[in-house]
């Protein structure tokens, strides 16, 4: 079992900052961050869950629910770590969480 309760909290707080964030921020690029994240971490999910898979992309579903998108990106992610063995996927983890950081950085909000 992979302690998630980091990689949580960041996609969290950074969601929450996605849905305070005026529309006029969100559309000068802080939506754009959001989602590009949301679907670099459901990418990283799938090629944990099916290595062979086809990759499927998250559709941009607009700058309003781009928060929402983060956060059922990031459970995924949390989830399938959860419940891998101790020690096989803590990489994963540390990758996300620094993914989820440079975003929230990079969309200064």
Do not use: C
């Amino acid at each position: 079992m992979v302690d998630t309760t980091e990689l949580t909290a960041v996609v969290e707080r950074f969601a929450d900052r996605l849905r305070a964030a005026p529309q006029s921020r969100l559309q000068r690029g802080a939506a754009a961050e959001g989602l590009a994240l949301a679907r670099d971490l459901a990418l990283l999910t799938q090629r944990i869950e099916e290595p062979e898979g086809d990759r499927r992309i998250m559709p941009d579903a607009g700058v309003f629910a781009v928060a929402d998108q983060l956060v059922v990106a990031g459970n995924d992610l949390a989830e399938i770590l959860r419940t891998a063995p101790a020690g096989s996927l803590e990489g994963e983890r540390d990758e996300a969480v620094r993914l989820v950081r440079e975003a929230a950085e990079r969309s200064a909000l």
